[in-house]
């Protein structure tokens, strides 16, 4: 007999260009779950600095957080799979906090490796000039943070058939 579980509500994170958009997808198939790409939920001035080279001032990624944050609640208990840089812990906190049960799945690799997949990429707003801003930034995710880290060495069905692996080792979501 099959076990019943909640799926969890998954934030794929990680600096630009470890493949948030192309493993979030995979991954979100994988659990069976509905995918957000969280570029879209950015207001136009946003896409707007990012595209200018400018990158984000925290008071410009509140109102950004907020939409994934309440995408995420509004799948509590239903699970889903959206993804957001969620660099910084105060960044997860802000999610955490409109949808407590959120996990993150950090994507993580070499700078030479990310900025290689970067430099490849088509029609893309995030320049690879901004990618030492994006490293400068980042905080990992800490021992108190439910979430795994999952190297992007690979193909993206690899990577997001690590990640997958990795979550089940968590613990279940609380309803």
Same mark, same amino acid.
């Given at each position: 007999m099959q076990q019943l579980h909640t799926p969890h509500v998954v934030v794929v994170m990680?600096?630009?260009?470890?493949?948030?958009?192309?493993?979030?997808?995979?991954?979100?198939?994988?659990?069976?779950?509905?995918? *957000?790409?969280?570029?879209?939920?950015? =207001? =136009?001035?946003? /896409?707007?600095?990012?595209?200018?080279?400018?990158? %984000?001032?925290? !008071?410009?990624?509140?109102?950004?957080?907020?939409? /994934?944050?309440?995408?995420?609640?509004?799948?509590?208990?239903?699970?889903?799979?959206?993804?957001?840089?969620?660099?910084?812990?105060?960044?997860?906190?802000? %999610?955490?906090?409109? *949808? =407590?049960?959120?996990?993150?799945?950090?994507?993580t690799g070499s700078r030479e490796l990310i900025e290689d997949r970067m430099s490849h990429?088509?029609?893309?707003?995030?320049?690879?000039?901004?990618?030492?801003?994006?490293?400068?930034? %980042?905080?990992?995710?800490? =021992?108190?943070?439910?979430?795994? *880290?999952?190297?992007? *060495?690979?193909?993206? !069905? !690899?990577?997001? !058939?690590?990640?997958a692996a990795a979550l089940k080792d968590l613990p279940e979501p609380t309803r």
């Open positions: 990680g600096v630009a260009g470890t493949g948030k958009t192309t493993i979030g997808p995979l991954l979100a198939a994988r659990l069976g779950v509905p995918y *957000a790409e969280g570029d879209d939920f950015h =207001p =136009p001035a946003n /896409i707007a600095k990012m595209t200018a080279g400018t990158p %984000l001032a925290d !008071e410009d990624r509140w109102p950004w957080l907020d939409a /994934i944050g309440g995408w995420a609640h509004g799948r509590a208990g239903l699970g889903g799979v959206v993804s957001s840089s969620a660099l910084k812990r105060s960044y997860r906190d802000r %999610l955490r906090a409109a *949808a =407590p049960g959120v996990v993150f799945v950090h994507l990429r088509q029609g893309h707003f995030m320049p690879t000039a901004l990618l030492d801003s994006q490293f400068a930034t %980042l905080q990992p995710l800490e =021992p108190d943070e439910a979430g795994v *880290a999952v190297d992007v *060495a690979g193909t993206p !069905e !690899e990577i997001a !058939e690590r990640a």
